[in-house]
Nanobody
Framework: QVQLVESGGGLVQPGGSLRLSCAASRSIYTFRAMAWYRQAPGKQREQVAGITRVGTTNYADSVKGRFTISRDNSENTVYLQMNSLKHEDTAVYYC???????????WGQGTQVTVSS
């Protein structure tokens, strides 16, 4: 069973920055792709950013130019650097990993990000 553990959430003022981390219990090179999702109260979960096994990235339009997803294979960790945070970025952020062969999805427990003055 794969474990994904997120960290780095918290309270930040508008315009501030946070870096989220997602540590996997096995080599992240075994995943087809990893991604960050978020879910705000009363809204559906949405993908924020994704990164493939070979490092190709994609972003939701709402975060392009502000968020950066990266991976450290040696640490089995994926990061989400969030800059110029806005009130509307407030949500629980979840890490997702998709198995290379089975396409099974694994989820972390989530970390709360609150952008407020």
């Amino acid at each position: 069973q794969v474990q994904l553990v997120e960290s780095g959430g918290g309270l930040v003022q508008p315009g501030g920055s946070l870096r989220l981390s997602c540590a996997a219990s096995r080599s992240i090179y075994t995943f087809r792709a990893m991604a960050w999702y978020r879910q705000a109260p009363g809204k559906q979960r949405e993908q924020v950013a994704g990164i493939t096994r070979v490092g190709t990235t994609n972003y939701a339009d709402s975060v392009k130019g502000r968020f950066t997803i990266s991976r450290d294979n040696s640490e089995n960790t994926v990061y989400l650097q969030m800059n110029s945070l806005k009130h509307e970025d407030t949500a629980v952020y979840y890490c997702n990993a998709q198995d290379f062969n089975t396409f099974n999805n694994h989820w972390g427990q989530g970390t709360q990000v609150t952008v407020s003055s």
